[in-house]
């Protein structure tokens, strides 16, 4: 099966348009826009979760990192921090030739469920780090 019939096999299952005739293909789910690429016989899913505060930039990574190991973290994802924005990206490549349009459903519900379990991280950590930007502790309190 190749990336268009694999869209268009989708379309027709799901009711969500998707075309697929240049190679690619995108869907909102909740704040997220996931695209969907053909690279070769892959196909890459990729989400941006959203730009990444330089306060909070060393302790997220190293969460995303360690969510990296083993795909154990990210739902078989992995983490792209893009340098031209700071922007933290979560991707996957799988197989076309693999998928059909049931199992494309189930790798797109679980891929964005990861992305939005992400974006909630994301939110604790700047919400955790511009609170101790706020609030520097005391050097009594050290």
Known sequence: ????????SFAAKTG??????????AFRYE???ILLQEAGDLLLLRTDLGF????????LLR???????????????I?????????LHLQRYD???DLDAAGLEVLLRNFAETAMSWTDI???????FSDSAENPADEDDL
């Not at 099966?1 to 268009?8: G, K, P, R, V």
């Not at 990444?52 to 302790?59: L, M, T, V, W, Y």
């Open 1 to 8: 099966m190749s990336f268009s019939e694999l869209m268009a």
């Open 16 to 25: 969500i348009e998707t075309d697929g005739s240049r190679g690619g293909a």
């Open 31 to 33: 704040d997220l826009i």
């Open 52 to 59: 990444i505060d330089q306060d909070a930039e060393k302790p």
């Open 63 to 77: 969460e995303a990192l360690k969510a990296n190991f083993a795909g154990q973290g990210a739902g078989g994802a």
């Open 79 to 87: 983490f792209a921090l893009n340098p031209a924005d700071n922007h």
């Open 95 to 97: 197989r076309i030739r």
């Open 122 to 128: 994301i939110d604790d950590f700047r919400a955790a």
